[in-house]
């Protein structure tokens, strides 16, 4: 008899690890991610040689059998408490889960939710702490003001990571586009796309109530940028950008970017080369969530998450060498972006 396939939804997903911890908006959208097959009874659905780390499997319903040799086969019911984590960790000592009767199997792309998890984590897209847009607000916005946009520009923390030549490459790339009053350049919970630099005009920056500007608003000058971190962490904008009056924008394409900018500010490090460091310079980060911190680190890894990343940059050491490992993929990217536009050294651990 063919076993139904359940629909997967919001209280199964709060049972499941990493899954729990997307935020409550976003899992409509984790679900349009989830796939559910029902395997056939004694089939393989997964073995040691075959874990990767780019797909998630979780057992929702029946049972399944953990066979970690011939003489040592384990029946495991879905409301077992091992099976709120995923059908891989079941697996470290290796072997393979084969499928019982009744099984039914929800699989994810773990690339999906490690990017819905960094924008559960109030990942701000917007680079407003760089705008110092309050004195800016208290000043008479002249014309020499508006003529100097790329002075501005290059007395900027991001400027000042970049090599000489790649900002010539980057100002000679700039397209200009002609932008209204009232005019819409950035949407919220839309795709990055652009790096944009304002030339002439000012912008304001309405953030997501749920972000961790709470809904405040910022205005935006000549010289000053956006869209950087979307483009950085590969994922939706938290904020409207519209134009307060009419201008000039320049815009960077995301490959531009990635070339000029990026590559410039996240830098990858062997690992003998962040051991030539002292010990005591040495300061490795897990920028993960607090609840995954907690289900499990490496030795002697400082929880960092991109939250507490922005709002304690001035407590850093000026003395340390930040050391992130690349395995946790885009919130590794932009917390080593973030520390390095606070003018601090840090490293992918490659």
Not at 97 to 126: P, W
Not at 166 to 182: A, C, N, P, R, Y
Not at 212 to 232: M, Q, R, S, T, W
Request: aromatic share 8%.
């Amino acid at each position: 008899m063919q076993v139904a396939t359940p629909t997967i939804d919001h209280s199964i997903v709060k049972t499941l690890y990493p899954l729990s911890l997307v935020a409550d908006h976003l899992i409509d959208n984790l679900l349009d991610h989830i796939d559910t097959n029902t395997p056939t009874a004694g089939s393989t659905i997964l073995k040691e040689s075959s874990v990767s780390d780019e797909r998630i499997h979780y057992l929702v319903e029946g049972v399944i059998e953990l066979r970690i040799s011939f003489g040592n086969r384990i029946d495991i019911d879905c409301s077992d408490s091992r099976c709120t984590n995923s059908l891989e960790s079941l697996l470290k000592q290796g072997g393979s889960i084969k499928a019982r009767n009744g099984c039914v199997v929800a699989c994810v792309n773990s690339d999906d939710v490690d990017k819905l998890i960094s924008q559960s984590q109030e990942v701000e897209t917007v680079s407003i702490n760089d705008f110092n847009s309050r004195a800016l607000e208290e000043e008479l916005i002249d014309d020499s003001i508006q003529n100097d946009w790329s002075e501005t520009f290059l007395h900027s923390i991001l400027a000042e990571n970049i090599p000489a030549s790649k900002i010539m490459q980057l100002f000679h790339q700039l397209e200009d586009i002609e932008v209204q009053s009232g005019e819409l350049i950035i949407k919220e919970n839309t795709q990055g796309d652009y790096f944009y630099i304002i030339k002439q005009g000012i912008a304001q920056v309405a953030t997501d109530y749920r972000g961790p500007y709470k809904g405040e608003k910022f205005y935006l000058y000549p010289g000053n940028y956006f869209g950087d971190e979307a483009l950085v962490a590969d994922t939706v904008r938290n904020a409207s950008v519209i134009m307060e009056e009419s201008g000039v924008l320049g815009r960077l394409d995301i490959e531009s970017f990635n070339e000029l900018v990026k590559t410039s500010l996240v830098k990858m490090l062997p690992i003998d080369d962040v051991n030539t460091a002292p010990k005591n310079q040495r300061c490795l980060l897990d920028v993960r969530s607090q609840a995954e911190f907690r289900h499990g680190h490496e030795e002697g890894a400082n929880n960092y998450p991109i939250s507490y990343i922005r709002k304690h940059l001035d407590t850093f050491d000026r003395s340390s060498h930040y050391v992130i490992a690349a395995k946790y993929g885009r919130r590794s990217e932009l917390a080593a972006y973030l520390i390095r536009q606070a003018g601090y050294e840090v490293f992918l651990l490659d």
